[in-house]
């Protein structure tokens, strides 16, 4: 079972290779925005907590967040291993998915960091509004914005992972296929 974190800021093409990855291996991707609006859809006991939350205009707290992980690492646990996309997200959070990985006898073998500039990033996202249909894609105020949260919030993940050996950057710059050779060379597959 392999399970690793795909870090890398919005547009940096994480949705993109996941998809291949699956296709290829079977991994199962756990993206924080489909599970929530899995659960949310759902109504289930934690997408109603979570939606009361966002509601109100709040973050959904990381013990929330981590549950629904929890469910569905449970739900599929005979697999070829997990892809984290979208979280963690914070150091608090890292922390937490580490502890619940370790919980379940499942370690976090690696983080694949997909570096894209962000001009390149800042393309990709106002093309995908086209066909995505996502309006935080098409207004450059929300696309910065994003950025600059990935930037302070999320990027310093980079140190957590480099301590524990387990960080491996990738240029996410060029063509699909090009990215995609890089990354499973990254995980040795």
Request: net charge negative; aromatic share 6%; glycine share 8%.
């Amino acid at each position: 079972m392999l399970n690793f974190v795909f870090l890398g800021p919005p547009g940096s093409g994480k949705g993109t290779q996941s998809a291949k990855l699956i296709e290829d291996f079977g991994f199962i991707h756990l993206s924080t925005g489909d599970i929530f609006r899995a659960e949310l859809k759902s109504g289930s006991p934690l997408g109603l907590e979570a939606k009361g939350y966002l509601d109100s205009g709040q973050l959904v707290p990381d013990e929330v967040v981590v549950r629904m992980i929890e469910q569905k690492l449970d739900a599929n646990a005979h697999n070829a291993g997990y892809i984290f996309d979208g979280f963690p997200r914070t150091q608090v959070q890292a922390e937490a998915l580490d502890a619940l990985l370790e919980s379940k006898g499942m370690p976090l073998n690696q983080v694949l960091l997909l570096e894209v500039p962000d001009a390149i990033l800042r393309e990709r996202l106002t093309e995908r509004a086209k066909t995505s249909g996502r309006s935080d894609d098409a207004n450059p105020e929300i696309i910065e914005k994003r950025i600059r949260v990935y930037q302070q919030e999320t990027l310093p993940l980079t140190d957590y992972y480099s301590k524990q050996e387990k960080l491996s950057r990738v240029p996410g710059v060029g063509h699909i296929d090009e990215i995609y050779a890089r990354i499973r060379i990254a995980l040795s597959i």
